[in-house]
């Protein structure tokens, strides 16, 4: 229903002016008149609705890629440290412990990018550069995990896939983002 243009075309009584009336609603006062126009209540619109459920499911992607990439650093602490460190029998100690120093510097980067990737998911509703900026970061890591496993250890690749997967998912929160 539409402002037909002159308050008085609406025929209101005091009282009607003044019960269940919004008070941001706009006001239309002619010099002895002073009208305030009914304003209806604000409805989650289709478009609001979509969007809402949008920003679950960008936040849904990014905390699922984040928890692959923990469990892929995980299943390389729990896999592969040991195994590594025993199968690199080196006489020396030094060199022992620079391996060690190195495989667990390389586990801590798997686990600080798994938890990044969590801080970004978590930065979808309040800061929506913030938590691109932050995914891309993200998808760049896995990224390089994806291109160096094979590159270096064509036989390992499926050590590969679950960052393959969170990639996939982060490209997929940032198309929707």
């Avoid at 478009?47 to 928890?67: D, G």
Wanted: charged share 20%; with cysteine; glycine share 6%.
């Amino acid at each position: 229903m539409g402002f037909a243009g002159r308050a008085e075309e609406f025929n209101f009584r005091r009282s009607d002016a003044v019960q269940g009336v919004d008070l941001r609603a706009p006001r239309f006062c002619k010099p002895r008149l002073c009208v305030t126009l009914p304003r209806k209540r604000y409805t989650e619109t289709r478009f609001v609705a979509q969007y809402r459920r949008m920003i679950i499911s960008v936040q849904t992607l990014f905390v699922l890629a984040a928890a692959l990439m923990l469990i892929d650093a995980l299943g390389y602490s729990l896999g592969a440290v040991g195994p590594i460190q025993r199968a690199v029998t080196t006489g020396d100690p030094y060199w022992k412990r620079r391996l060690r120093l190195n495989l667990l510097l390389a586990n801590q980067g798997m686990y600080f990018a798994g938890v990044v990737a969590l801080l970004g998911s978590y930065f979808v509703h309040t800061q929506r550069e913030a938590a691109r900026a932050i995914e891309i970061l993200c998808l760049l890591t896995c990224l390089y995990t994806v291109l160096t496993v094979p590159l270096f250890r064509p036989r390992d690749w499926p050590h590969g896939l679950p960052r393959v997967t969170a990639a996939v998912l982060i490209l997929m929160g940032l198309a929707k983002l």
